[in-house]
């Protein structure tokens, strides 16, 4: 179940960087990003990763070429990408809509595939050599969007990696501009979805009004065990996992609980025990991103009316708060009843009043002292993305993080070697915790394993 840090080394030879525009002329105009966009939560990179194998099909097709055209066609209609963020007032964020492009590197290596073996699982092997930080290109202010690089491998499949600056979308959004790209690429003069970009309707209200209490923003300051240097491992929860997690569950949870509202609440318990927190009465929180466009769980109150199309942030982080001492001290139900609870409170009010906080509070950063935020990126579309060479045998986030703080994790959808669907969800903790995290998991798997066989032969 655990994906051991790799200590594996290939070489790279990457072209110099390019800036690629959009394939016609594209309007110059100014656009604001919306109050959920621009806080200063999101102001960071995100990078992404797809492995792709070689398609017989495609036999004498250059993915690097492929891929560069589509890209240079995809921005017509994506025309922001190709612009440079600038400060407005009062900390405002905006894009200034030039066509300079973004930045794209073709790039060989010296591997197959199966270097990687059978499991595809972040942290990758020299991934900083497959998607290279070009110097001076990682700001978040006047710096390209994007960042693309295309590796070709020895097998003739590819590495396809990206770096977006979080202002600018979230998962869904990207994977619908990745979406449109692998149409293009594939021949479609238009995606099947054209964006929207109607940032406005994310914005505050006139006047704003926080109605809501939003314990995600709560203003405290970070510690040793909420910022560290991360040590970074993947742990895959398929159907044995999920059953198994089920299994101790009181009937009326396990029924009406959903394998994210489990694994996450199991997490959050095995991450804090592993912290090693020495007060019982330090707070901790579980930060749950619920997307607008899906709203929770599907809910149609949690949607301020998004078009089809929007490709802004469309999400919220309602916060779950408890202490050290009661979530360890209580049964994973305890821990599940709050992620449910927090979840359901991302209605279409709350989200309004985020943005409305937002411009009260001049934009604050989300709590780091013992949060643990969980990004569910199974709806995203990120198995979506096809250039002609099929899908991706891993198709997701690079690692886990958002920027300096190491405490997000994200749900990817993954098959494992064995046929098995199910999740890959990257941890970052400190290199001694994640030891005890292991240890924790494999012991709250085990005991409910135990459960489920003897509920079994009931």
């Known amino acids: ?14 072209h110099p960087p390019e800036l690629v525009a959009p394939a016609i002329p594209t309007p110059h105009e100014i656009k604001l990003l919306s109050d959920i966009d621009d806080q200063n939560g999101l102001r960071y990179h995100l990078p992404l990763v797809c492995f792709y194998r070689y398609q017989h099909s495609m036999a004498g097709k250059d993915p690097v070429e492929v891929i560069r055209q589509a890209l240079a066609k995809t921005l017509v209609l994506y025309y922001p990408f190709a612009g440079r963020l600038r400060d407005g007032p009062n ?20 591997v197959t595939l199966d270097y990687y073996g ?13 998607l290279y930080n070009v110097p001076g290109s990682d700001g978040i202010i006047n710096s390209p969007l994007l960042l693309i690089q295309v590796t070709r491998l020895k097998c003739g499949g590819f590495i396809f990696a990206l770096r977006f600056n979080h202002t600018m979308c979230d998962g869904s959004g990207i994977c619908q501009f990745l ?15 054209l964006p929207v970009w109607q940032r406005d309707i994310l914005c505050a209200r006139d006047p704003p009004r926080v109605t809501c209490i939003h314990h995600e923003y709560q203003q405290l300051p970070p510690d040793s065990r909420s910022i560290f240097i ?17 299994a101790l569950l009181p009937r009326h949870l396990a029924t009406k609980s959903t394998s994210f509202e489990v694994i996450t609440a199991c997490l959050w318990r095995c991450r804090t025990a592993s912290l090693m927190w020495q007060n019982p009465n330090q707070e901790v929180r579980l930060l749950c991103i619920v997307n607008a466009r899906f709203g929770n769980s599907c809910r149609s109150n949690s949607n301020p009316s998004l078009p089809n199309g929007f490709y802004g942030n469309a999400f919220v982080f309602p916060a779950a708060v408890t202490t050290v001492g009661k979530l360890l001290s209580h049964p994973l139900g305890y821990a599940l009843e709050l992620v449910r609870k927090a979840k359901s409170e991302a209605n279409e009010e709350y989200v309004h009043s985020v943005t409305d906080l937002m411009a009260i509070k001049e934009r604050p950063c989300f709590t780091m002292l013992g949060s643990f935020m969980v990004s569910d990126l199974t709806k995203s579309g990120c198995t979506d993305v096809n250039f002609g060479w099929g899908k991706a045998s891993y198709s997701g986030v690079a690692k886990g993080g958002l920027g300096d703080f190491p405490g997000v994790s994200f749900y990817v959808p993954y098959t494992n070697s064995k046929g098995e669907t199910g999740r890959v969800i990257p941890i970052c903790l400190p290199e001694d915790a994640m030891k005890r995290f292991e240890k924790e998991l494999d012991d709250t798997l085990k005991i409910k394993s135990n459960n489920a066989m003897l509920l079994s032969n009931l």
């Open 118 to 130: 059978d499991n595809f699982m972040p942290p990758f092997p020299c991934f900083d050599e497959l």
């Open 230 to 246: 991360p040590h970074h491992r993947s742990f895959f929860f398929g159907p044995k996992e999920i059953a198994s997690l089920h």
């Open 179 to 193: 979406k449109a790209m692998s149409e293009i690429a594939q021949g479609a003069p238009n995606p099947s979805i």
């Open 1 to 14: 179940m655990v994906h051991q840090t790799s200590s594996l080394v290939f070489t790279v030879r990457r």
């Open 91 to 110: 900390g405002k964020l905006w894009v200034d809509c030039t066509g300079e492009g973004v930045l794209f590197i073709e790039a060989d290596a010296d």
